[in-house]
């Protein structure tokens, strides 16, 4: 098929096996040293910090490596999360709204939403609450009214790839943090945002998607247990990897419908077996 809209050989590879190289440029997040200073000044505070779940693989993927990271790598464990009570809702709406008001939360992190909730930022930052949004949806950055919210959002003018997922996003910001701060994350977290991008239907002529999925649809390149427990249940070998009919057909529906019909504890239960949270 590539052949026949003549592009050649090498053309061709590059498509289908993208170097590191395609990986955007961080500071094309043109807001992100701003988030990085937010971030750690509340890490370093030990403020309650919330975390946000959005109703959505991606935004499942998204809040769990966030979570993850402050608790496994930072060791920060004054953290709150918060799920929506309806499968439905997405961002800042009045039951999360509700919540985070009543939680003594400092720092709020909205990953895979929340970037045109202008009016919920102003609410909480006049609360005294900070918020970070890690986002890839379209929003419109001279509509912003809240002094204490950096928005970080791959729709931004200054970003080449405005297809990638919100967990991708996530991920940038974890992994720019962690190599400032000299924080060894290797391979983790790599695994779900190649879930994410198959599982948001991303643009995958980007090459900086398809360069995350082939490198962390690899079977021995997946550190998340939740995902292991699909790849044993898959019968996949280590030397192979996740297809993208896998995880679309097989692995996304089994989520999704936990997320569409199930009930808040079914939503709740999911999260904790993406975290691997055992805590009652």
Known sequence: ???????????????????????????????????????????KANNKIGIVVDVDVDGYSSAAIMYIFLHTFVSH??????????????GLKKDIMDKVLDSGVSLL?????????????????????????????????????????????????????????????????????????DIDIDIEFIDMVAMSIITDVCDMKEEENRFYYNYGSKISNITNPFLLFFVNKLKKNNDKRLSIQDIGYQIAPLINATIRIGSYEDRLE?????????ED
């Open 270 to 278: 999911l999260f904790r077996a993406f975290t691997c949270n055992d």
């Open 109 to 181: 992190i909205v990953p895979d939403a929340g970037s045109e909730d202008y009016q919920e930022h102003k609410v909480l930052n006049d609360k005294n609450i900070d918020v970070l949004i890690l986002d890839h949806h379209h929003f419109e950055r001279n509509n912003i009214i809240g002094s204490n919210t950096i928005i970080i959002n791959n729709q931004d003018e200054t970003i080449s790839n405005k297809h990638s997922s919100g967990c991708t996003v996530t991920y940038r910001f974890i992994h720019y943090y962690a190599e400032i701060n």
């Open 77 to 90: 464990e004054n953290i709150e999360v918060f799920i929506h009570e309806n499968s439905k809702e997405h």
């Open 1 to 43: 098929m590539l052949g026949n809209r003549n592009l050649t050989s090498e053309q061709v590879y590059k498509l289908l096996n993208p170097s590191i190289d395609s990986i955007e440029e961080i500071h094309n997040f043109h807001t992100i040293n701003e988030g990085i200073s937010l971030f750690e000044k509340h890490i």
